[in-house]
Nanobody, 124 residues
Framework: QVQVVESGGGLVQAGGSLRLACTAS????????TGWFRQAAGKEREFVAH????????DYADAVKGRFTIVRDDAENTVHLQMNNLKPEDTAVYYC?????????????????WGQGTQVTVSS
């Protein structure tokens, strides 16, 4: 069983920045494909960004390209999502999902483990 924990959410003004962190248990973290997803109130969960277990491949939703960056730090068993130039429409609960020995995908169903989420609120 893999435990996933997200942190770093909060309240920020439009144009501000936040850095989310996703930590996961397990000795093979360096082989976890990782994705960030978000779910706004009354909406379905949507893809934000993902990174392959090697870190060589990343992908972003069009809505966040150029503003968000996903990076991994295997020494700390952590994947970060750096979010810059935040907009009110970025307000949502952000979830980290991991798939051991799997491929990164934009589909939430492609991941077997996820955390409780962290709230991001962007005020206008």
């Amino acid at each position: 069983q893999v435990q996933v924990v997200e942190s770093g959410g909060g309240l920020v003004q439009a144009g501000g920045s936040l850095r989310l962190a996703c930590t996961a248990s397990g000795r093979t973290f360096s082989r976890y494909a990782t994705g960030w997803f978000r779910q706004a109130a009354g909406k379905e969960r949507e893809f934000v960004a993902h990174i392959s277990w090697s870190g060589a491949s990343t992908d972003y939703a069009d809505a966040v390209k150029g503003r968000f960056t996903i990076v991994r730090d295997d020494a700390e068993n952590t994947v970060h999502l750096q979010m810059n130039n935040l907009k009110p429409e970025d307000t949502a609960v952000y979830y980290c999902e991991v798939e051991p020995w799997g491929r990164a995908t934009i589909q939430s169903s492609g991941y077997d483990y996820w955390g409780q989420g962290t709230q991001v609120t962007v005020s206008s």
